[in-house]
């Protein structure tokens, strides 16, 4: 590994340069789950997709699976040239602790990140409150987060109620996932929204939703679980924010940039590769700091236009803080016994499975 280096924070940026990219929503848990074990039957919806895929990994991790998928899912991020993550993270079993392991994991490789436990009533009572003790837990430590909530559709009213006092009582958002399929109980939120939520997904939010927060959009998830078109301009015309996430589909955010491009583009062909940009640079709301970060491309001139057509785009110095994480490789870290590990945690959660 190079040795770290430190960069001149007045420096102006080259048109090969950008300021560090942001991923506005991540499940950084779900980073082992390539190549996992098919499910016991097909899903064919989308709650099917929740309950014979995503929910029986969750259950499956445990402390060490936790910080090796965060590992992994960091590393994946600084080799796209994504300095920032909003995580979203849920592990019924192995809750208490479990953002501080992904919050030092990110720390270890080099990545900034805002955590949440998404709380849910779906494990029951005592669930739902080992969730939000943990919110409190790492917030009150002084983590960079959120309150989690999973969606209206899987928490009580009672939980809304406490997941929106406690993120007040700690002056932060609360990030949820929001009318991602149509069975989501989403007016249930109407009245506990406030500007600093993160509401995501938001597929089947009619115009007149009455809930306020950035609106972040994940364009291949949403095209992968089958569930339909956000058209996120609907929302920046009712003046609100749009940011861009994976939804755990890695953290590649330029290629995030073209396929939420492509999708707006069928959807309307006037629209411009500008508009998605602009969803893309929303991240930063959460992450001011990343304005400072520099990465420097292999691509000579990083322009939205040229971008939205160009693939294989990369970084070859990442600089975080002034300090360098990433010049052709990570600097930290070493990137070999991340992923054999990660394999090796891969194996444990498939056996599980």
């Known amino acids: 590994m190079a040795p770290a280096e430190t960069t001149d924070p007045d420096r102006e940026l080259a048109e090969n340069q950008t300021p560090g990219l942001v991923c506005a929503h991540h499940h950084l848990y779900s980073a082992l789950a390539r190549g996992m074990p098919a499910p016991p039957r097909t899903p064919t919806e989308f709650q099917e997709i929740l309950e014979l895929v995503w929910w029986r990994l969750d259950t499956a991790l445990d402390p060490d699976l936790i910080h090796w998928s965060a590992m992994l ?48 009533d779906r494990h029951g009572a005592d669930g739902a409150a080992a969730g939000l003790a943990e919110n409190d837990r790492f917030l009150s430590a002084g983590g960079s987060g959120m309150v989690g909530l999973h969606a209206a559709f899987t928490c009580s009213d009672d939980t809304i109620e406490a997941a929106t006092e406690l993120a007040a009582r700690h002056g932060v958002g609360v990030h949820v ?37 950035t609106i972040v959009h994940n364009a291949r998830s949403n095209m992968n679980n089958a569930v339909g078109y956000a058209d996120p301009r609907r929302f920046e015309a009712a003046g609100l924010p749009v940011a861009l996430g994976t939804d755990g589909i890695g953290a590649d955010m330029l290629d995030e940039f073209r396929v939420a491009f492509v999708r707006a583009r069928e959807r309307d062909v006037t629209t411009s590769p500008e508009v998605v940009w602009r969803w893309l640079e929303a991240g930063r709301r959460l992450f001011p700091e990343t304005a400072d970060d520099v990465v420097t491309w292999n691509y000579p001139v990083m322009d939205p236009w040229r971008l939205a057509y160009t693939t294989q785009v990369s970084p070859t110095r990442v600089e975080i803080d002034g300090v360098t994480v990433w010049d052709d490789g990570p600097t930290r870290v070493d990137a070999a016994e991340i992923t054999a590990k990660a394999a090796e945690a891969a194996t444990t959660l498939f056996a599980r499975l």
């Open 73 to 120: 899912g960091a590393l994946n991020a600084l080799q796209s040239g994504c300095t920032a993550i909003v995580d979203h993270h849920e592990s019924p079993n192995a809750i208490d602790g479990s953002l501080s392991i992904i919050a030092d994991a990110c720390a270890t490789v080099g990545v900034r990140v805002n955590c949440a436990y998404g709380v849910t």
């Open 177 to 213: 996932h929001v009318a991602e399929g149509p069975a989501d109980t989403w007016r249930r939120l109407v009245g506990h929204t406030t500007d600093d939520w993160w509401l995501v997904h938001c597929v089947h939010l009619p115009d007149d939703h009455g809930l306020t927060g």
